[in-house]
């Protein structure tokens, strides 16, 4: 699936969820946020998670690697879903007016 069609596919929502198995989540997910803010969606939240990147790097280092993709929420291998079920489910309280205030600096 291309990435027009993945970004056409979520119009109107407030989150998309990116996962990878493969390790290259890297790759994918480089120029992510562009494709949405070319389509109006500039405040959609976006997660990823899985095996994100090939080889072992730091947890950190991924997490500020997809951070800088535009990316609000990283869970690099992570190993206990309920943290990342949580952190959605108040981000869903929120809506798309969590981006704008992070945005803001909030």
Request: some cysteine; charged content about 25%; overall charge neutral.
């Amino acid at each position: 699936m291309s990435r027009s069609r993945v970004v056409i596919g979520v119009i109107g929502g407030d989150i998309h969820i990116v996962s990878s198995v493969n390790g290259e989540g890297e790759y994918w997910c480089s120029d992510f946020r562009k494709h949405f803010s070319d389509v109006g969606l500039n405040n959609i939240l976006l997660y990823v998670g899985g095996n994100i990147v090939v080889g072992k790097r730091s947890q950190e280092e991924v997490v500020a690697l997809f951070k800088g993709f535009g990316f609000d929420r990283v869970y690099h291998r992570l190993s206990d879903v309920r943290v990342a079920i949580t952190q959605l489910e108040e981000d869903l309280k929120h809506g798309q007016a969590k981006r704008e205030g992070e945005a803001a600096g909030n």
